[in-house]
């Protein structure tokens, strides 16, 4: 389990088809503190630790299914080398629950469809797949690109969110561009209160 508190920005070093995808990611976390088997937040996306190392930098190597890559913006050329990631390890209890509980199992792939600076934040509009639209709702709880966001209004299938300098300084989100494709998760509760919805309709 995960917050949506973003710990750190790595970087993909490396791609490698094997049956499966494999990934070796920078990263400034003390590798020589990442057990194999750990799971690690890429972007919103838990993935396993396979292998750790410290040279030419710190990095750790994950497997990627290909069901995860049809889930998510990896395909394509979502991730390729240089590419920057959200990095969050994974929650340990008594660990603080700053923005809200997030697994990691990303539900589908959202789109900046517009971007307007406000003061000094930016406001976003989303569009969210047809799937997933019912699930957000204003003042509501989404995981984008693994960063845990406060939901403003949503309109149909769009949805708008606020973020500040400090976010954009420590995340990818600073970088962010109309028309990128961005990991969505929807909040677990969301998603719970639907199906008893739709079970007390049956």
């Not at 750990?38 to 069901?67: H, K, M, N, Q, Y």
């Not at 209004?153 to 400090?166: A, C, K, L, M």
Request: charged share 25%; with cysteine.
């Amino acid at each position: 389990m995960f917050t949506g508190i973003v710990t750190d920005l790595g970087e993909v070093l490396a791609l490698e088809q094997r049956g499966d995808l494999r990934a070796r990611i920078g990263t400034s976390y003390p590798v020589d503190g990442i057990d194999i088997g750990a799971s690690i937040a890429c972007d919103g996306v838990c993935l396993t630790v396979i292998a750790t190392g410290s040279e030419p930098r710190g990095w750790f190597d994950v497997e990627i299914s290909a069901e995860t890559v049809s889930k998510t913006n990896l395909g394509g050329n979502g991730w390729h080398v240089g590419k920057r990631l959200n990095l969050e390890r994974a929650l340990k209890v008594g660990d603080e629950l700053g923005g809200h509980i997030v697994s990691g199992h990303v539900d589908g792939v959202a789109e900046i469809v517009d971007m307007r600076d406000e003061g000094d934040s930016t406001r976003f509009t989303f569009r969210a797949p047809d799937a997933l639209a019912k699930y957000i709702a204003p003042k509501g709880s989404v995981a984008l690109n693994g960063t845990s966001l406060t939901v403003n209004e949503v309109s149909g299938r769009d949805f708008g969110v606020n973020i500040i300098p400090h976010t954009k300084a420590v995340t990818t989100w600073g970088a962010a561009k109309v028309g990128d494709a961005v990991n969505l998760e929807i909040d677990t509760l969301a998603r719970y209160v639907a199906r008893l919805q739709d079970w007390a309709k049956a």
